[in-house]
T-cell receptor, first 116, second 113 residues
């Protein structure tokens, strides 16, 4: 089974621009979560999507948004980029059958975003 | 609110020596606990997880962790470290839905030859 894939792997943008990152979950996984990883703040939860609906949301400004498609693929968007948005953005997918033993997150390699 | 503390930012051990990475959590109910490893420039790989049952959990790559409710701890151990174990290790606690996990700040492991 293919793992979680994220595109692009690297991205350079300038302040004020917007960016869209993509995540393809493991086949059959219906939950996709996004995390931001920075040296100063560590790993922080952004949001989780399940069956095209946002199920959980972290403490990030409204500039950060996401969506999930019917095939479970997910995108996250950051508008009006700031220097502090430079980070590794990680996507994770999980199966979610209702039992906790299946709710294990599998992470993609991440997208490294640099804002200049 | 749930939280995770990894007291050791950086640990150095000699190859072949034993390893213990500490993790303390704060959570109101029975937590779902995870350990992940991250190599430079890579995503996170799950080492092991605890949901319920036996408090000693075996994982991949020879790692194990023990859940101690009385100490709110979930320490990761390995009896003999290999040079390839050098990486950053994250402890995480999840709510009923593991789609939202809270991570510790990580412990960087250096392995001396």
């Amino acid at each position: 089974k293919a793992g979680v894939t994220q595109t692009p792997r690297y991205l350079i943008k300038t302040r004020g621009q917007q960016v869209t990152l993509s995540c393809s979950p493991i086949s059959g996984h219906r939950s996709v979560s996004w995390y931001q990883q920075t040296p100063g703040q560590g790993l922080q939860f952004l949001f989780e999507y399940f069956s095209e609906t946002q199920r959980n949301k972290g403490n990030f400004p409204g500039r950060f948004s996401g969506r999930q498609f019917s095939n479970s693929r997910s995108e996250m968007n950051v508008s009006t980029l700031e220097l502090g948005d430079s980070a590794l953005y990680l996507c994770a997918s999980s199966y979610v059958s209702g039992g906790p033993s299946t709710d294990t997150q599998y992470f993609g390699p991440g997208t490294r975003l640099t804002v200049l | 609110a749930q939280s995770v503390t990894q007291p050791d930012i950086h640990i150095t051990v000699s190859e072949g020596a034993s390893l213990e990475l500490r993790c303390n959590y704060s959570y109101g109910a029975t937590p779902y606990l995870f350990w992940y490893v991250q190599s430079p420039g890579q995503g996170l790989q799950l080492l092991l997880k605890y949901f319920s049952g036996d408090t000693l959990v075996q994982g991949i790559k020879g790692f194990e962790a023990e859940f101690k409710r009385s100490q709110s701890s979930f320490n990761l151990r390995k009896p003999s470290v290999h040079w390839s174990d050098a990486a950053e290790y994250f402890c995480a606690v999840g709510a009923q839905s593991a789609g939202k996990s809270t991570f510790g700040d990580g412990t960087t492991l250096t392995v001396k030859p």
